[in-house]
């Protein structure tokens, strides 16, 4: 039976303790803001004989990485958590960990990169990574970063995929505010995950492997990278299907793209992370002016859910891509790229504009928000053209 | 209609105000409210002028931002009323309370807030030195709050301050707590 602990306290509190539900065999990892009280806290429960993890400290990311890789290879469950330039600094590790298919789980405390030197939120970093191979959950709240910590060790242990996941929260926002939250119990989490049967491990020397071997000119690296597509492509549906167990022992929902006020949208706003919070109250408020306003929350985005996407969005006159993160030279930002992708083979044209907020920290004020519907009401009602890019509360 | 009430902490880094607003929220909690408390990081040392925000409400809250126009605005340091706008948009029916000896006639004058909103003025600092010793006044403020805005129950708030407490004090310092905010809700004065 299911037991539910509701609970005040942070975001990086209950990663830290969905880490230690999950039981993993080997944690490596590197504090860095807003991260570090993730690994300060999962260090406590291994100091207290809380979890029996074999706790790595090492001396960068760079390590923490590669430490993960090496355990993960040789078998073992394996998680870690970093944020912004300690996940810069793991960028060769991250190909090599979907590149040798290894499913360790990684929290990603979304923190700005530098320069200038910043330490709030944005999404930056992880966008940055975008095209790692990793499976990428994000969370509006410290629930569902929760949630998702667990729902992507499964879906990275799935013999079907078989990819690294990163569980993504946004910095301060999420890790460092208390918010009221919901905790299973041992039991209920450690059964959900199951016990991880690893399939190509080093340790087994009955069956002998090797990872990570050339296979240059005439090998078959074209083949693992279309391994990997296909990998990747099929984790959506253990994605959905992971989602739908664990609504089932939490009672929480969870989607690829979560919907809230689309059946009749004229208006929408497709975002990530802590401001679907601030979009979904102002859409309210839209609704209570008359306006058909909704939103569309991305919770995956990777593999990215083009056709739910699509769907959502359908009925739409016009749709805002809100993105906190650049992608410079591009015609807008890696949320837009992607929305306006999903949205090309539908039969009518909708106008899509791309507003960058946030970067750095800088604060969702709601009368922001309210401009961009604002906006995508005059577009909708054919008083104003799209746009190009806005930087939305930029000074 | 969702009922929201939003704090705004003012306080210098050190004097304890993330965690009396950690203690107002696991107080909203166990009354089976919904509440965030964030601070606003900046640099950390000791002294600077800080900021933390608290919601609280009957129903799940969405938002995700500084809190622009509190309906609470709680101020730890007198001294920050030189260089920080604590007033700033503040609700018209607000509460600000201060730790000040100023009496509040004097301290709604000197911050020039509407007539409407409510100054209350306790000697936190006072009675955290007579009572617990140190200029911690945290605690004490926060039985100043449950008087003038009902917003949390003192009892409920005074039994997960000894629980917080416990991990890292004795008896002899809760019971200096309770003292504090028994005597801080008791000599809290209102204009």
């Excluded at chain 1, 750095?360 to 309210?370: A, N, T």
């Amino acid at each position: 039976m299911t037991e539910i602990r509701t609970v005040a306290t942070t975001g990086n509190l209950v990663v830290a303790e969905a880490m230690r539900q999950c039981r993993p065999d080997v944690v490596a990892a590197y504090p860095i803001t807003p991260q570090t009280t993730i690994v300060e806290e999962f260090a406590k429960y291994v100091a207290q004989g809380r979890v029996h993890t074999e706790y790595v400290t090492v001396e960068s990311e760079h390590s923490a990485m590669s430490a993960c890789v090496g355990a993960s290879a040789a078998g073992a469950r394996v998680m870690t958590a970093t944020a912004s330039q300690g996940l810069a600094l793991m960028w060769e590790e991250l190909h090599i960990a979907s590149g040798m298919r290894l499913p360790i789980v990684m929290a990603n405390a979304n923190r700005a990169l530098s320069a200038p030197i910043n330490i709030h939120c944005d999404h930056g970093d992880a966008m940055g990574a975008r095209d790692t191979g990793w499976v990428m959950l994000f969370a509006e709240t410290a629930q569902e970063a929760y949630d998702n910590t667990i729902i992507a060790l499964k879906v990275a242990e799935d013999p079907e995929v078989l990819l690294p996941a990163m569980s993504c929260l946004d910095g301060f926002i999420t890790t460092h505010s208390i918010d009221r939250i919901e905790l299973l119990d041992d039991d209920t989490v450690t059964g959900f995950v199951g016990t991880y049967q690893p399939q190509n491990a080093l340790l087994d020397i009955d069956n002998a492997v090797s990872h990570g071997c050339f296979a240059g000119l005439g090998g078959p690296y074209f083949e693992f990278k279309k391994a990997q597509r296909m990998a990747i492509d099929r984790s959506k549906a253990v994605v959905e299907r992971v989602g739908n167990e664990f609504t089932k022992v939490s009672g929480r929902d969870f989607g690829l793209v979560e919907t809230d006020m689309m059946d009749d949208a004229d208006v929408a706003i497709v975002v990530i992370g802590s401001t679907a919070g601030n979009v979904r109250h102002v859409a309210k408020e839209m609704r209570a002016g008359g306006v058909k306003a909704g939103i569309v929350k991305v919770r995956c985005f990777r593999p990215f859910p083009h056709a739910e996407l699509a769907a959502a969005l359908k009925g739409c006159r016009a749709v805002a891509v809100l993105d906190r993160a650049e992608s410079f030279g591009a015609e807008g930002g890696p949320l837009y790229l992607e929305t306006r992708s999903a949205l090309y083979d539908l039969e009518s044209r909708i106008p899509v504009v791309n507003y960058i907020y946030g970067l750095g920290g800088s604060d969702v004020r709601l009368e922001l928000i309210h401009r961009v519907y604002a906006d995508l009401s005059d577009i909708a009602s054919g008083s104003a053209a799209p746009s190009g890019l806005v930087y939305l509360g930029a000074r | 209609m969702q009922q929201l009430t939003e704090i705004r902490w003012h306080a210098r880094a050190g004097q304890g105000a993330v965690t009396a607003a950690k203690v107002v929220a696991e107080t909203a909690l166990s009354a089976n409210q919904y509440m965030q408390a964030m601070p606003e990081y900046g640099p950390e040392r000791m002294g600077a002028p800080i900021k933390a925000f608290t919601r609280i409400s009957d129903q799940p809250i969405d938002i995700h931002c500084n809190i622009e126009n509190p309906n609470v605005v709680i101020v730890l340091d007198d001294t920050l009323l030189d260089v920080v706008d604590v007033a700033e948009g503040i609700a018209a029916d607000g509460v600000l309370i201060l730790n000040t000896c100023t009496p509040p006639e004097q301290v709604k004058k000197m911050l020039g807030v509407p007539e409407t909103v409510t100054v209350a003025c306790v000697d936190a600092s006072g009675i955290a030195l007579d009572t617990i010793k140190r200029d911690i006044p945290n605690t004490p403020i926060v039985g100043a709050f449950a008087k003038v805005t009902s917003v949390i129950d003192l009892e409920v708030f005074k039994g997960l301050l000894a629980k917080n407490l416990s991990k890292k004090f004795g008896q002899e310092m809760i019971d200096a707590n309770f003292t504090a905010v028994d005597r801080a809700h008791e000599e809290v004065t209102v204009a």
